[in-house]
């Protein structure tokens, strides 16, 4: 006993340096530079043949107020927000199955949650689109059980770039609000009860506004990389409709325009922070449940 | 003990110094050449073959983007690398801003011997050797195409093909083809055909169920008709069988795409002499042979393509019959923003 308390008070004798330095040193670096950098660049002119020209305009400002790129942020917004919704309403009821499991069964059900994203991502996508595919395992099934008589066309619609994006996201939705849901202490529910309302109400009145910092987190996690994201909709969508993430990619890649992909990237920051600074109107960001 | 111990280390570093002067006239003898290209697009074999014959190291660097190629270029590469691959679109620019070193094509013999003058034209002939092509033609599947027969880019946006068509993309690979269907300069940098063109590319994209991995799409049965690279149809002929069912469309009039991927020399390159060589070597029509087996593309190597496999000669992907019907991607210049807008509109639909 002599010994563990030995051991801590040493670890509180750390200079604050040593333990928040090489954190700070990284995230300056690697963060707070490149970040700086890209709201540099969002400033300058684009040369003929790509690559930038360090002369101050803003043109790159005044080219996203032309109303296309506002339709391409509204499409952007709406399919994060399908897809956040779609994350809570099949992630929360979820999250509250595996919270009431005795812990060793939650921890594996939780594993199980996570057991996809063990391999990369692309593999995950292309894994889909042979799953999918005209002549895939999907539509030999439906077309053998005489369900359809033609092969459907999966690839290529909405329809699976937004079970995509749902697929990708649920975990991140589950795990802030299992671990809200996990704290609730089941003597408020009795109590509730007890004091005569029903189960619906006990939830409408208990549950939800107790787990609210989870979902509140689990919207903050599925919604923000729903909106920048583009290798899902890339490959599942075929590269016909385009969100923000693949408007910023395509402004660094083929059009090689790199201060417009700047500018485009400051808006998509801004809207990040506007979240945020709505979230911590509701809650603390201490509160913020990630596990 | 530590005096000693730094001591020693002057000595080594002045040792080192020493040795380095001394190396140079070593140096001076080309041992190694810098090359940067496509990834998976020259034979190792060949590589090999250059590096006995010449005692020399080749280094192999790969690009993932045609941009990459221009943006070294323009950054001055002639210390990093010896030669560059890029495309004919690029060549005027790259010319007239002085980023090239001049050829001085005397030392390529097997160059001048054997490559066909069409593709090597006068304009880049002193500043770069083409290497291999490639062809962007239309391909269908004649047993699930809705259409019996496409011969012209318009009937691309035929409503028939709606939800059939597999699309290469990027805006100077799209818009020639909508420019050439209008009947204008499929390198126009006229912003009004540019405009009309887009409107033409809006009625091909509602036909368009993808842009990229047309070959695998094609192969899958997720599309009937694909607008694509040789190389791409190649592989999905093969993928398909002896008996597959996809024609080249029969094109009668409209002329098709031919990129050229080519070899050029940063300004200030450090082994010219064992460029020069290789540049040569490549051009040899036994080598070039041998190189089109592992990688059958289109090639502007006359004698090459005499000395290939029949295999090779009958490929059915280059089975047809307006290989000279074609037009070149041209440097737009100050057009290309232009481009770039009204592709970025398309895709935004």
């Given at each position: 006993m002599n010994r563990s308390s030995g051991t801590k008070k040493k670890k509180n004798r750390l200079p604050v340096l040593a333990q928040a330095g090489p954190v700070s040193v990284w995230m300056i670096l690697f963060v707070t530079l490149p970040l700086l950098f890209i709201i540099y660049v969002s400033f300058m002119t684009r040369g003929t043949f790509g690559g930038i020209e360090y002369t101050f305009s803003t043109e790159s400002y005044r080219t996203i107020l032309d109303p296309m790129y506002f339709s391409v942020i509204l499409k952007s917004l709406k399919v994060a927000a399908v897809t956040t919704i779609l994350c809570l309403l099949f992630g929360y009821p979820l999250a509250y199955f595996i919270a009431r499991k005795p812990p060793e069964t939650a921890s594996k059900l939780i594993m199980l949650l996570m057991i996809p994203f063990w391999t990369n991502g692309m593999m995950r996508l292309n894994a889909w689109m042979l799953f999918f595919q005209v002549n895939g395992p999907v539509n030999y099934v439906l077309t053998h059980l005489g369900i359809v008589e033609k092969p459907v066309m999966f690839l290529y619609t909405d329809w699976l770039v937004n079970i995509g994006l749902f697929t990708n996201m649920l975990p991140f939705a589950v795990l802030p609000m299992y671990s809200s849901i996990e704290k609730l202490q089941k003597s408020l529910l009795e109590a509730s009860s007890d004091l005569g309302a029903d189960p619906v109400r006990t939830f409408l009145k208990v549950t939800l506004p107790l787990t609210f910092p989870g979902i509140f987190s689990a919207i903050i996690l599925t919604f923000i990389p729903a909106l920048g994201t583009y290798t899902v909709t890339d490959m599942l969508g075929g590269g016909k409709v385009l969100y923000i993430g693949n408007i910023i990619k395509n402004q660094f890649g083929t059009i090689r325009n790199w201060p417009l992909g700047a500018a485009l990237s400051v808006l998509l920051l801004v809207i990040t922070a506007l979240l945020i600074f709505i979230y911590s109107r509701f809650a603390g960001i201490e509160d913020m449940e990630v596990v | 003990m530590k005096k000693a111990m730094a001591k020693g280390l002057a000595l080594l570093m002045g040792l080192s110094v020493l040795a380095g002067a001394a190396s140079l006239p070593v140096y001076a003898e080309e041992t190694e050449l810098n090359i940067y290209m496509w990834g998976d697009y020259i034979s190792d074999d060949l590589i090999a073959g250059f590096e006995e014959a010449n005692g020399c190291k080749v280094n192999l660097s790969f690009m993932?983007?045609?941009?990459?190629?221009?943006?070294?270029?323009?950054?001055?590469?002639?210390?990093?690398?010896?030669?560059?691959?890029?495309?004919?679109?690029?060549?005027?620019?790259?010319?007239n801003g002085g980023y090239l070193e001049e050829l001085d094509t005397s030392k390529v013999p097997n160059a001048e011997a054997n490559l066909n003058k069409a593709y090597w034209t006068d304009d880049i002939h002193n500043y770069c050797v083409p290497y291999l092509m490639n062809y962007i033609y239309v391909v269908y599947n004649t047993e699930t195409c809705p259409l019996d027969e496409i011969t012209c880019y318009n009937d691309l946006i035929k409503p028939e093909l709606a939800g059939q068509i597999?699309?290469?993309?990027?805006?100077?690979?799209?818009?020639?083809?909508?420019?050439?269907?209008?009947?204008?300069?499929?390198?126009?940098?006229?912003?009004?055909?540019?405009?009309?063109?887009?409107?033409?590319?809006?009625k091909y994209n509602e036909n368009v169920v993808?842009?990229?991995?047309?070959?695998?799409?094609?192969?899958?049965?997720?599309?009937?008709?694909?607008?694509?690279?040789?190389?791409?149809?190649?592989?999905?002929?093969?993928?398909?069988?002896?008996?597959?069912p996809l024609v080249i469309a029969p094109f009668t009039e409209d002329p098709v795409q031919l990129g050229i991927d080519l070899y050029v020399m940063p300004k200030g390159a450090q082994h010219q002499e064992l460029a020069y060589k290789f540049l040569d070597y490549i051009c040899d029509a036994e080598v070039m042979a041998a190189n089109l087996v592992e990688f059958p593309y289109s090639c502007p190597n006359d004698a090459a393509i005499e000395a290939a496999s029949d295999e090779y000669k009958n490929g059915p992907a280059f089975d047809f019959d307006y290989k000279t019907n074609i037009f070149f991607q041209e440097d737009v210049g100050d057009a290309l923003p232009v481009y770039d807008q009204y592709y970025q509109m398309l895709k935004v639909g």
């Open positions: - | 993932s983007d045609n941009a990459d190629a221009i943006n070294k270029l323009t950054a001055g590469a002639g210390s990093d690398y010896d030669l560059i691959m890029t495309c004919d679109a690029y060549m005027e620019s790259l010319i597999g699309s290469v993309d990027g805006a100077r690979n799209l818009f020639p083809i909508a420019l050439v269907a209008l009947g204008y300069d499929p390198n126009s940098t006229n912003e009004d055909e540019i405009a009309e063109a887009y409107e033409w590319l809006t993808a842009y990229g991995s047309t070959e695998q799409n094609m192969v899958s049965g997720a599309i009937s008709v694909m607008f694509t690279y040789d190389g791409n149809t190649a592989w999905a002929m093969d993928q398909m069988g002896e008996d597959n």
